[in-house]
Structures are given as structure tokens and as C-alpha cells.
């Protein structure tokens, strides 16, 4: 199986190389097209901010690409932030590939939300043999307000998307390659669509 993972200067993608190895497979951390094509599943990463991080896939023409790839694709945090529509990060617009817009917590609680914080509503199947209200790692300041894209959810303030799908594509709010046996069965399940 072919795996890439998009390296477009924005995402922590070592931890993400190092949790694909733990589970048995190989990955090619790439921004060249052609390779990011042919791949079987494809992992978007993202850390930082949201206007920088949209920049450096302009420059590459990957914000192009990304929406047209026909194979799972998995947005990780920022990453699957990008693929939305619009964040309020930076008055940045997405990908556009899921229907929702991305906005910052409010001043009543700590920004970032950083550390352990429950899923559940688990609607899919990424989730395959994950049980409700397990603990996955989270840091961000912005989220994905509740709507029909969402395949798992938590409460930081509000109720909000932790994890989304639309057709091949998937996000994930939470960093899987941080969250234990329980994110790396999330990344098996991934890599079994």
C-alpha cells in the first residue's frame, strides 16, 4: 500500500510517519503531485496557523489538488481544518470540501483547548471498534461547529465536530498519532478504507 503524507511545511509530521510505522506500514512524506495521485490513502497534516498554512499550499498548487483526489483522504487538526470552507483564523477560506466553517472558541474558556478530551457520537467507519467517550489528544484554538459532516463529537464550551466526513474524506480534529492504542486503531481503521 502506498501512503503519503502531505509535507507542505505546516504539519507535524514525524509523529504521524512514526505512528504509520508502529502499525506495519511504510510512508512517503511528499508535496509532489504525482505521488500524492498515485497514493492508496493520503494524510493531510497540519499545525499552526491557518492563513501561513493555506499560503503554503497555494505556492505548491496543492490547494488545487487536494479536493479533486478520489482515494481516503485523512485531515489531521489544521488539516482538516483547511478542508473546510472558511476559518476564522487569519479570515482564511478553505479547500471547501466540507460544508462548515471554522471558528475560535469563545473567551469563557482556556484557548487552547490542550490535553484529553472525550469523543463520542461515533459515526463511522474510522471508528470501528472504538467505544464512546474514549480520550483522544487535542490543541487548537479554532473548531468546527456541530453540523451534518460530523462523524464524532466533543464538549470544550460547546458541542462541536471533533471529526468529519464527506464522501472520501475524512478529519480529524484530534491528533490520532498522539492518542494511544486507542488513535492508532483510528489510524488502522483509516488505512483498512
Not at 511504510?26 to 498554512?53: C, M, R
Not at 479547500?95 to 469523543?119: C, H
Not at 461515533?122 to 474514549?134: A, H
Request: one cysteine or more.
Amino acid at each position: 500500500m502506498k501512503i503519503a503524507i502531505i509535507n507542505y511545511g505546516a504539519g507535524n509530521i514525524q509523529s504521524i510517519l512514526f505512528a504509520i510505522e508502529r502499525l506495519g506500514y511504510t510512508a512517503v512524506l511528499t508535496n509532489n503531485p504525482d505521488e500524492i495521485l498515485q497514493a492508496d490513502k493520503v494524510i493531510f497534516p497540519g499545525v499552526g496557523e491557518a492563513s501561513y498554512a493555506m499560503q503554503k499550499l497555494k505556492e505548491s498548487g496543492l490547494d488545487n489538488l487536494i479536493p479533486t483526489l478520489k482515494q481516503p483522504v485523512l485531515g489531521i487538526c489544521l488539516g482538516m481544518q483547511l478542508m473546510c470552507q472558511h476559518s476564522e483564523e487569519g479570515n482564511t477560506d478553505g479547500l471547501g470540501i466540507f460544508d462548515a466553517n471554522v471558528i475560535r472558541f469563545s473567551t469563557q474558556v482556556k484557548v487552547p483547548q490542550m490535553g484529553w478530551n472525550q469523543i463520542y457520537n461515533l459515526k463511522s467507519p474510522l471508528f470501528e471498534g472504538i467505544n464512546d467517550n474514549e480520550y483522544m489528544y487535542l490543541v487548537h484554538s479554532y473548531y468546527v461547529p456541530n453540523c451534518s459532516e460530523a462523524i464524532a463529537n466533543t464538549n470544550y464550551d460547546v458541542e462541536y465536530a471533533s471529526a468529519l466526513q464527506k464522501n472520501n474524506f475524512y478529519g480529524t480534529q484530534f491528533h490520532p498519532e498522539k492518542s494511544g492504542d486507542v488513535g492508532e486503531q483510528i489510524l488502522a481503521n483509516f488505512l483498512k478504507l
